[in-house]
Nanobody, 126 residues
Framework: QVQLVESGGGLVQAGGSLRLSCAVS????????MGWFRQAPGKEREFVAV????????DYADAVKGRFTISRDNAKNTVYLQMNSLKPEDTAVYYC???????????????????WGQGTQVTVSS
């Protein structure tokens, strides 16, 4: 069983930065693409960023390109989301998700992910 635990959320002023972490248990972390999604109040959950199992490939939602950076440390079974130049519209619950082993396609689709964390709240004040 794979378990994901996010941390690093909080309250920050617009223009500030936060780094989210997602610690993953289980031996298959290095075989899985990892994604970050977010859900704002009253909205559907949306894709934010993804990183392949080898870290050679990444992709981002247009809304966060140039501001957010996804990375991973396979030795620590952890994936990160560095968020800079935060905006009030970035306010949401952020979730990390573990993809199916050795797959890196349709990663903007929630159904491509096997496991999800419980989420961490990010609030950006104006």
């Amino acid at each position: 069983q794979v378990q994901l635990v996010e941390s690093g959320g909080g309250l920050v002023q617009a223009g500030g930065s936060l780094r989210l972490s997602c610690a993953v248990s289980g031996p298959t972390f290095s075989r899985r693409a990892m994604g970050w999604f977010r859900q704002a109040p009253g909205k559907e959950r949306e894709f934010v960023a993804v990183i392949s199992w080898s870290a050679r490939s990444t992709d981002y939602a247009d809304a966060v390109k140039g501001r957010f950076t996804i990375s991973r440390d396979n030795a620590k079974n952890t994936v990160y989301l560095q968020m800079n130049s935060l905006k009030p519209e970035d306010t949401a619950v952020y979730y990390c998700a573990a993809g199916r082993p050795f797959r890196y396609s349709d990663y903007k689709t929630e159904g491509e992910y096997d496991y999800w964390g419980q989420g961490t709240q990010v609030t950006v004040s104006s």
